[in-house]
């Protein structure tokens, strides 16, 4: 239990301190409020720039409408189909080709018409002051903005330039075929708004929708490739909002919301028109059939009639008497029999000849025009069959026949097929056998007729041929009617249940809230990552808590930026923060004498792991803050390698510890008074070629032994333990010694080998300073290092009078506040 902590909070070396890292992600606030700007730039610049889009929808309802009129036997209309056969029709023709070509041609939606907006052309459909009549049999250049210039009344002037388009296309819309023109174009050209505007790349006459004289400003026209326009359209997202029920929603993207509108609506009312002629296809063609039929029945009734009229005047016969009278009703209902069958039977081959010999079935198949097909399944077949062709023949114009739902389809045909046609069999050969026993029984009535006077015989067979041919006209009457009514009455089975509507529905795309929101989320989460990386990748040492969690030496003190000329900051600026820092430093090493009070002078030794770090900085000044207690204090300059303390007391270093060490001078004359009362110092002199072994010479152990009894502090300026040795050397003199380690310079490993040698026990009274500290820098804002240093790191204007400040306070310092560590 030795090794257990007494705080219960310290962290171990493996743990992470949320909370610091907190202060240090924010210690990068401004890179922060930069991205979250620059996101937020970009995304306005994004919603303003980019063409809004929006979507708007239809929904409808399919069912089956039929006048309650019409009876079972009025076969002539044709169905769709169960509701489920409904609703996939709807589908494929709201997403065929064919549909969408009719829609495209009725709103003429492959020419466009923009007006100049802040950054982009603007639709303006319906907004538009003219309309341009094309002439289908000229070439028309496609995709590039076509300027109308109004602005001379009565004239207008048409120009173009390529300069924007990689590849020119003119487009001819009566062969739906693009050309490529590999030529640079620039037109311009006047015109009267009278004329028929008309030159190699456009063929047009110009019709205002207003007074001719209002007719104003710029505006621009566009052309688009008609097949591209339709496969766009074709593209229409379906729905069924509830499942199960016979209801379907349309949705439309665009960037205009009244041609969103306006498509919608039109594509619907194409539908519903092209339903109702598909569902009186049957009686439109029967009814044509008929009106030809009753033109030959009806001459055919008048001919027979004369005949009958000539017969019984010529004969003198006018009426049957009354076995004639019972013998001419029997045959008259065998015949009658006989006909409905013989055109059931005509029926029925001529749609067994039809499927034979056709491979797709429409709305061109056999109806039973003057026949009642009283087998609903015959009727039933037929319609589903229709309907399974006209979903194959939307697949088709989409999919291969690998498509599996085509696969599955063509299936369902072949096999409504077969047992349409098993049906005809049957029924035929039902109708064959009850027409052979017709045939029987007229037989026997003919064969009784010979019993009958002649006359009376030549006249049953005038008034049985008028009577059949009068049925047969009245029968053709009434289904010319029934046609007639079916036409005229027909009702679509589908209904609108809400119309496509502008109702101020927002864009979406794009959606400038959630871009905003997104802009947020990335100016935040950028920065963090990079913050992030840049913390992983780091290796150098910021902070005190770095040292304290990585090496057991103790944290003496932290030192500030010197904002100085030279490294005389404590001599020059008594006052300033760093000055107080290196006051509290000094307070710091007494405890450290205290426990080695026998001794009347006091040794600390300076030295650092590489140079850069600000080793001899703390070493003058250090030395500067024990001179100002009057007490003797002496510097000395054991950095032979790279002497520097010289330039900051204006001395030359031609003279110094190497002409002492060599025993070329005495120690008077390398010893100096400076500047600073009380503080004497001997400088490195030059360099020589074995500093190493001057070092550790036996004259400069007696040189310190000799000034310990001339002075109460020495401080000995070292050579970097990390890269010579040569420092190790000197901790045998001192009292107290300080590393040096400076702020984003040391790196975090460097200190190891020297706090190796601590834990051993190898060298003791070793304390860390850390450097050039930037409380902003390390992430804790302002009021850092109380327990380090009292005079650096408190707020701005914290300690007036106390201190000089070197920076005035920044006009942004209450924003820095915001961000103040409590």
């Known amino acids: 239990m030795e090794n257990q902590t007494n705080n219960p909070f310290e962290l171990d070396e493996n743990s992470i301190d949320f909370k610091a890292y907190f202060f240090k992600v924010l210690s990068h606030w401004k890179l922060f409020v930069l991205a979250v700007i620059l996101s937020f730039i970009i995304a306005r610049y994004f919603n303003k720039r980019k063409e809004r889009l929006y979507k708007l929808s239809t929904s409808i309802t399919i069912q089956d409408e039929k006048d309650p009129l019409f009876s079972s036997n009025t076969n002539i209309m044709f169905s769709w189909g169960e509701t489920n056969d409904k609703i996939e029709n ?177 594509s619907i009312h194409v539908l519903e028109n092209d339903q109702k002629a598909m569902k009186i296809q049957y009686a439109v063609n029967t009814k044509n059939y008929i009106e030809k039929l009753l033109d030959n029945v009806g001459d055919s009734l008048k001919h027979i009639e004369t005949n009958l009229g000539n017969f019984k005047k010529q004969n003198n016969i006018y009426d049957l008497t009354a076995e004639g009278s019972a013998f001419f009703n029997n045959i008259s209902d065998f015949d009658k029999q006989k006909q409905q069958l013989t055109g059931r039977i005509e029926y029925y081959n001529n749609l067994k000849n039809y499927l034979n010999s056709h491979q797709t079935v429409d709305s061109t198949i056999p109806a039973p025009a003057i026949v009642a097909v009283e087998d609903q399944s015959i009727t039933a077949s037929v319609n589903e069959l229709i309907s399974l062709y006209m979903q194959k023949k939307a697949f088709d114009e989409k999919y291969t026949n690998d498509y599996p739902k085509l696969s599955v389809l063509n299936q369902k045909i072949q096999s409504t097929r077969g047992v349409l046609m098993e049906n005809i069999k049957t029924l035929t050969k039902v109708l064959n056998t009850n027409l052979k026993n017709i045939n029987i029984q007229l037989a026997r009535f003919k064969s009784k007729l010979s019993s009958l006077p002649h006359k009376e015989q ?204 060599v025993g070329d001078k005495e120690l008077h004359e390398v010893t100096h008074k400076t500047q600073i009362p009380h503080l004497d110092l001997i400088l490195a002199g030059p360099i020589p070629p074995n500093p190493s072994e001057l070092i550790i010479s036996q004259k400069a152990n007696e040189l310190i032994e000799i000034l310990k009894d001339k002075y109460d502090y020495i401080i000995i300026d070292t050579p970097p333990i990390g890269l010579v040795a040569d420092s190790i050397e000197l901790f045998i003199h001192a009292d107290a010694s300080v590393y040096v380690v400076r702020q984003d310079i040391t790196i975090k490993n460097m200190p190891k080998m020297i706090d190796d040698k601590y834990r051993n026990d190898e060298v003791s009274n070793i304390s860390f300073v850390l450097n050039d500290f930037d409380a902003s820098k390390a992430g804790y804002g302002y009021g850092y290092g109380y327990g380090y240093g009292y005079g650096y790191g408190y707020g701005k204007g914290y300690g007036q009078g106390y201190h000089d400040n070197e920076e005035a306070p920044s006009k942004f310092s209450f924003i820095k506040k915001l961000f103040k560590r409590k």
């Open 458 to 661: 030549g006249l049953i067979k005038f008034q049985r041929k008028y009577k059949l041919t009068e049925s047969n006209y009245n029968y053709l009457l009434q289904k010319r009617y029934e046609a007639g009514t079916i036409i005229a009455a027909n009702m679509s089975d589908i209904k609108v249940l809400d119309k496509a509507k502008d109702v101020g529905q927002f864009p979406i795309y794009p959606k400038p809230l959630i871009n905003y929101l997104i802009a947020l989320i990335l100016g935040l989460l950028l920065p963090l990552i990079y913050v992030i990386i840049k913390e992983l990748l780091d290796n150098k040492i910021h902070t005190v808590e770095d040292l304290e969690s990585k090496y057991k030496i103790p944290v003496l003190g932290v030192i500030g930026k010197n904002t100085a000329k030279d490294n005389l900051i404590v001599f020059r600026k008594p006052k300033a923060t760093v000055s107080e820092a290196f006051r509290a430093l000094r307070s710091n090493l007494q405890f450290i004498f205290k426990s080695n009070s026998s001794k009347d002078s006091k040794t600390i030794v300076v030295t650092s792991t590489v140079s850069g770090e600000g080793k001899t900085f703390v070493s003058i000044n250090l030395a500067t803050v024990f001179a100002n207690t009057e007490k003797k204090t002496i510097l000395l300059g054991f950095d032979l390698r790279k002497p520097k303390i010289f330039d900051d007391f204006g001395l030359s270093n031609d003279i110094g510890l190497t002409n002492y060490l």
């Open 90 to 266: 709807v589908k494929s023709i709201i997403r065929s080709r064919t549909h969408n070509e009719k829609v495209v041609k009725q709103l003429r939606s492959f020419i466009g018409y923009y007006k100049k907006g802040q950054y982009l052309l603007e639709d303006i459909y319906n907004k538009s002051p003219f309309a341009v009549h094309i002439d289908s049999t000229a070439n028309f250049i496609i995709n590039i903005p076509i300027k109308f210039d109004f602005s001379i009344p009565n004239k207008v002037t048409v120009s173009f330039n390529r300069s924007d388009v990689k590849h020119l296309v003119s487009y001819n819309y009566l062969t739906n075929k693009p050309n490529l023109i590999d030529k640079d174009i620039k037109f311009s050209k006047q015109y009267n708004l009278s004329d028929l505007i008309s030159t190699p790349y456009f063929k047009f006459k110009i019709h205002p929708k207003k007074d001719i004289n209002k007719l104003n400003g710029v505006y621009y026209v566009k052309f688009f490739n008609f097949n591209k326009v339709v496969a766009e359209k074709q593209k229409m997202e379906i729905k069924s909002p509830i499942k199960g029920a016979p209801i379907l929603e349309f949705f439309l993207k665009g960037s205009n919301k009244d041609k969103i509108a306006d498509y919608l609506n039109t």
